[in-house]
T-cell receptor
């Protein structure tokens, strides 16, 4: 059964710092990997989708990488801002686009 | 605007009562999903549907039921058999082939009183 782990569980950084969030998964037979952002009490907002055949995706200050063979993905956030404060969730997509989620990383960016 | 609408935002259930959570999408997606989120945990899949009039159990389906009579709608009923229903419920939609991102609604917070 697929298991997804996110490290660290929480992270507090000063504004302007570059940071990396980590995600690992146990079964490399995935269809895709998605990174989401969740604000308190809200739904999920999709940040990046990496297909299983791709190595990375970029959107603005965000860059996500995927290494299927080692079961790892990273989300890189450049020049962090207080508005980036949220919970970041990693999810691997299985057959039928069913998602298996990690528990998330709570990010706080201090101004 | 295209998107997913969940209602109500907050719902209170008495012991032994069935309640139904609504989920509607206008993204023309074939697949729809229900997830449950508990504090400090990742989302867990309750039920999913890849096509109208068909649905499958996810990892934690016990105590829940669904229907998919229309492409746009995928309501979730939390029955009295669900012993610990207090949680945040999220509905999502996508294509079923994994080539597009999943879109999520704003969630329904269910509390047992």
């Amino acid at each position: 059964k697929q298991e997804v782990t996110q490290i660290p569980a929480a992270l507090s950084v000063p504004e302007g710092e570059n940071l990396v969030l980590n995600c690992s998964f146990t079964d490399s037979a995935i269809y895709n990997l998605q990174w989401f952002r969740q604000d308190p009490g809200k739904g999920l907002t999709s940040l990046l989708l990496i297909q299983s055949s791709q190595r990375e995706q970029t959107s603005g200050r965000l860059n996500a990488s995927l290494d299927k063979s080692s079961g790892r993905s990273t989300l890189y956030i450049a020049a962090s801002q207080p508005g980036d404060s949220a919970t970041y969730l990693c999810a691997v997509g299985e057959y039928g686009n069913k998602l298996v989620f990690g528990a998330g990383t709570i990010l706080r960016v201090k101004s | 605007d295209g998107g997913i609408t969940q209602s109500p935002k907050y719902l209170f259930r008495k012991e032994g009562q069935n309640v139904t959570l609504s989920c509607e999408q206008n993204l023309n997606h074939d697949a729809m999903y229900w997830y449950r989120q508990d504090p400090g945990q990742g989302l867990r899949l309750i039920y999913y549907s890849q096509i109208v009039n068909d649905f499958q159990k996810g990892d934690i389906a016990e105590g829940y039921s669904v229907s998919r009579e229309k492409k746009e709608s995928f309501p979730l009923t939390v029955t009295s058999a669900q012993k610990n229903p207090t949680a945040f419920y999220l509905c999502a939609s996508s294509t079923p082939w994994g080539n597009t991102e999943a879109f999520f609604g704003q969630g329904t917070r269910l509390t047992v009183v």
